[in-house]
């Protein structure tokens, strides 16, 4: 997947951070050891000319907003090597970042200073299937739809989908406790994966790679890696259970007048889809714009409309789910909820719809740039945020339709069924006035709403000033605690959110 030079703040997104004095500055001894530990290829020196070239795409975020100065790239091969180079770096103070697919969001997969990047792009073994249980284990560092497509082969499917599949990391997955496109069908990652291989920073293994669905013999620690967001030590391997592929993927694609609209035929979909819906996507027609303008390709539905809904099905009889989505969708039509809608005919045609929706983050990145929030908001407010934004934006007259302003558009995508909006505010060019209008104003109106201010992308670097918007100071307190008693030097992804 291509990155993005973006007209990044100069400040590569750490306002207000230091280096932290306690860290140890890379030497050449240092380099030496990983070279004696690894084998010169696995270890990309960016304190020479040509190898700071390489370390480019290291050390910028897939968004170009977030950019580090990171001189070491690692690539362990197995989880004794990420042990190894883990504990020299505990032993002598050299702060690391682990790094998966780097597409993350929010500024968590990249150094803020001079942190050593552990890539886990080396560690790519599907380790083990079981057919009768589809428990899956592999290497932290597989490819999200490689993984996919092995399970193909084997009439299974993996239980996340997410645009970014093809560079993605499962490892990456964990860590960002990623949602992704079918969480309303297969639910969360945290009921998927039973077991977790992970590296503590001072080198120990915790091997809790069970295949079994059910364990209740005390704490279950391997909750604490699933979303920890590298900062409590480097997952190395996972097991999880996989669901068997669906032998029959309908989706429809219709237009609708008004959010109210939208969410009457989420309801309808639930009632008349049932055990078969297993998505539905929400885009107003601002995200469908920025997705025409930059494929061209001709839109799904010849009128346009204010918002847009892809509902997809996936069960076992073609027909029986065909016929049950034709019979939403006249339901659905007949009572003015829906204003005009097709259904696909062929895989083409599936694939040509969901371009749609999983196209929009790309197209978005063909902009001047684009500030991303997460939010998931119970669904009576849910697309209220992005109305209430474009407000704030015009008052502080940030937003207008020529250049003379900085903010191009404010729009809203996301996952309906999971109560999760990306709120997208489009710039013609990254300022500090348009992110002091943002923020905190969009989190604190979250936090009014009953809302959280991640759904699935995580904190990162990007909400570090803002987790109190969505955790009082008990539970604060209590992951500063658990955050010491598994990084007691720190070393593990510092500054970001804890
Ligand atoms: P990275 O970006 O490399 O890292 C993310 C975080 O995890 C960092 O903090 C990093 O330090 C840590 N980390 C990575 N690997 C490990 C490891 N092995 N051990 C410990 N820590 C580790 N996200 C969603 O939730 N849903 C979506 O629908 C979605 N769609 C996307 C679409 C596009 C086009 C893009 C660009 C991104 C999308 N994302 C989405 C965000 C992103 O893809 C996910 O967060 C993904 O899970 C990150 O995986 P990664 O391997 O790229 O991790
Ligand atoms: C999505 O659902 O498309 C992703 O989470 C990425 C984004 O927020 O743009
Ligand atoms: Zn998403």
Known sequence: MAHRLAHTASTGGKRHLERDARFARLRAEHIDYFRSALGSSDVLDGTTLEGSLELTGFNEDWMGRYKGNSQLVLRPRDTSQVSQILAYCNDNNLAVVPQGGNTGLVGGSVPVFDEIIISLSNMKRIRDFNQVSGVLTVDAGVVLETADLYLAERQHIFPLDLGAKGSCHVGGNISTN????????????????????????????????????????????????????????????????????????????????????????????KLRLGEVLSAFEM???????????????????????????????????????????????????????????????????????????????????????????????????????????????????????????????????????????????????????????????????????????????????????YVGYSKDAVMLDLMTQVKKLFDPKGIMNPYKFI
């Not at 069970?210 to 013999?217: E, I, M, P």
């Not at 979303?227 to 259970?241: A, H, K």
């Not at 939403?328 to 829906?338: A, K, R, Y």
């Open 178 to 269: 990623a949602g992704g496109l079918r969480l309303l069908r297969y639910g969360s990652l945290h009921g998927n994966v039973l077991g977790i291989e992970a590296v503590l920073p001072n080198g120990t293994v915790v091997n809790d790679l069970s295949g079994l669905r059910k364990n209740n013999t005390g704490y279950d620690l391997k909750h604490l890696f699933i979303g920890g967001e590298g900062t409590l030590g480097i997952v190395t391997g996972v097991s999880l259970v996989c669901p068997p592929k669906p032998k029959a993927v309908n989706v429809a694609f219709f237009g609708l007048p008004t959010y109210d609209h939208v969410q009457s035929a989420f309801q309808e979909a």
């Open 283 to 465: 885009m107003d027609s601002h995200s469908q714009d920025y997705v025409h303008r930059a494929t061209q390709f001709k839109r799904p539905l010849e009128t346009q409309h204010d918002f847009y809904c892809l509902v997809e099905t996936s069960g076992s009889i073609a027909n029986h789910d065909y016929e049950k989505l034709e019979g939403f969708l006249d339901h659905v039509m007949t009572e003015g909820i829906v204003s005009d809608g097709v259904v696909a005919q062929d895989v083409s045609q599936v694939k040509a719809l969901w371009h749609w929706r999983e196209g929009i983050a790309e197209a978005l990145s063909k902009a001047g740039g684009t500030y991303k929030y997460d939010l998931s908001i119970p669904h009576k407010d849910l697309y209220q945020v992005v109305k209430a934004t474009e407000a704030e934006l015009v008052a502080s007259n940030l937003l207008g339709a020529t250049d003379d302003f900085p903010v191009e558009s404010v729009l809203g995508y996301g996952h309906m069924g999971d109560m999760n909006i990306h709120l997208n505010v489009v710039v013609r060019r990254y300022s500090d006035s348009v992110q002091n209008c943002l923020e905190p104003w969009i989190y604190a109106w979250t936090q009014q709403h009953n809302g959280s201010i991640s759904a699935e992308h995580g904190l990162g670097l990007a909400k570090k000033p």
